[in-house]
């Protein structure tokens, strides 16, 4: 277990970076879990961690990277956006990748 200091909060993270606490998470959290990853959130990237949060917590299971294409796809990429695209956007794991900084429960990420 680990943990990341957000505005002088402590955000404890389990052994592979996911939260312990859907509740913690912020777009200041969202923002370190990228940088230590190396990305620069744009709008693209944040549309679609904003609807994998919105997502979970009305339906309490991560979306599928079909239905995230489906519903904003158009918002990820002027064209048709496929999982090409989501993997473009998140390059560490595409829906995985994304769900992580969304702050999704880990065990709940490995449906993507």
Same mark, same amino acid.
């Given at each position: 277990?680990?943990?990341?200091?957000?505005?002088?909060?402590?955000?404890?993270?389990?052994?592979?970076?996911?939260?312990?606490?859907?509740?913690?998470?912020?777009?200041?959290?969202?923002?370190?879990?990228?940088?230590?990853?190396?990305?620069?959130?744009?709008?693209?990237?944040?549309?679609?961690?904003?609807?994998?949060?919105?997502?979970?917590?009305?339906?309490?299971?991560?979306?599928?990277?079909?239905?995230?294409?489906?519903?904003?796809?158009?918002?990820?990429?002027?064209?048709?956006?496929?999982?090409?695209?989501?993997?473009?956007?998140?390059?560490?794991? #595409?829906?995985?990748?994304?769900?992580?900084?969304? #702050?999704?429960?880990?065990?709940?990420?490995?449906?993507?």
């Amino acid at each position: 277990m680990s943990v990341i200091q957000i505005e002088g909060k402590s955000i404890s993270l389990n052994k592979y970076g996911f939260l312990d606490n859907f509740e913690d998470w912020s777009e200041e959290v969202g923002e370190a879990l990228a940088e230590g990853d190396h990305l620069e959130l744009a709008e693209c990237h944040w549309e679609a961690i904003r609807f994998l949060r919105d997502y979970y917590a009305e339906n309490e299971i991560p979306a599928p990277s079909r239905v995230m294409i489906k519903v904003i796809g158009h918002k990820l990429n002027e064209f048709r956006c496929t999982n090409d695209d989501l993997k473009r956007l998140f390059p560490k794991g #595409g829906c995985k990748q994304a769900c992580r900084i969304a #702050g999704l429960p880990e065990y709940y990420c490995n449906a993507c």
